[in-house]
């Protein structure tokens, strides 16, 4: 197998306009670079080959981190690194800041983006399953111009997205629901890559006595993330009573995910982890609401 990085050649555009054509003349053989931490090193092991990439670091603007129509907008091109310490994403998502701190290693959140992660899609990303738990949308521009998707309609499998010919992601919005929302992601991780991902997040009342909504999603155990309807209903209701349908919606939550039987572990063992952090996000989550009550 390859060691080594096969030749190719890397193109700088200044926009978005001229990155579209350079793709679109470069067809099956051109691909876009941002962070290139999981592009390259798939390369590297002869997984893909590309002639020609086409450097988007170079587009400016696609880095910012803003406040916009209710939404946090990060920019595709944000490192991992930029979103954790980020004060808007700390003030508004601290658990999207405390998930960027855990992904990988130092050299992989300095230079890998956000946009990069969820363009490669791979299925045992950490940020596409909590941001699938929030609502996320993908902004994409190309040759037909600019169109939004949710995020749930962006990742289609096992490294493949909705992107057509030419598209670039361009930011990703996440819309600010208040401060009755809180939420958190749980991973569990032997080896390189998580094994499991769970996201949870819930809307508490004032008296932090009852959960009025919530969304849950599991990730890394299944081609790609999910989020379960049925686990989501068993979550709304008085908090005492929620305690009692936890393993039910451990289960649901489970079930909704394709689980499969690999070198991590076998779906019933997997099965068995999603009830236990559902569990125990829950509990972290529901004395958040009791601290916000009582303070």
Avoid at 80 to 94: D, Y
Avoid at 135 to 164: H, K, N
Avoid at 228 to 246: K, Q, T, Y
């Amino acid at each position: 197998m390859p060691t080594f990085l096969p030749p190719f050649t890397i193109q700088q555009p200044a926009s978005l306009d001229e990155a579209s054509q350079l793709l679109l003349d470069g067809g099956d053989d051109a691909r876009a670079y941002a962070g290139g931490t999981e592009l390259l090193l798939v390369m590297k092991h002869g997984g893909l080959q590309y002639g020609s990439l086409i450097d988007i670091k170079t587009i400016p603007g696609l880095g910012t981190i803003e406040v916009s129509d209710g939404a946090l907008r990060i920019g595709a091109l944000a490192t991992h690194l930029a979103v954790e310490r980020s004060p808007l994403i700390r003030q508004h998502i601290p658990s999207l800041a405390e998930l960027e701190g855990k992904v990988a290693n130092p050299r992989v959140r300095a230079s890998g983006t956000l946009g990069g992660n969820l363009c490669f899609g791979e299925p045992h990303s950490d940020p596409a399953t909590l941001l699938l738990c929030l609502d996320a949308t993908m902004q994409i521009d190309g040759p037909d111009g600019a169109r939004s998707l949710p995020i749930d309609e962006f990742i289609v499998g096992p490294y493949e997205t909705a992107l057509a010919e030419g598209e670039l992601l361009t930011s990703i919005d996440i819309p600010l629901r208040g401060t009755a929302w809180v939420s958190a992601y749980t991973k569990f991780q032997v080896r390189e890559r998580p094994m499991l991902g769970l996201a949870l997040a819930l809307e508490i009342d004032a008296a932090a006595a009852a959960v009025t909504d919530a969304r849950a999603a599991v990730g890394s155990a299944s081609p790609i993330p999910v989020r379960g309807a049925e686990a989501e209903a068993l979550l709304v209701g008085p908090i005492s009573e929620i305690r009692g349908r936890l393993a039910e919606a451990g289960a649901a939550l489970a079930a909704a995910a394709d689980l499969l039987d690999d070198g991590d572990g076998s779906a019933a063992y997997k099965a068995h982890l999603i009830g236990v952090f559902l569990r125990q996000t829950f509990e972290r989550l529901t004395a958040a609401g009791t601290e916000r009550a009582t303070a």
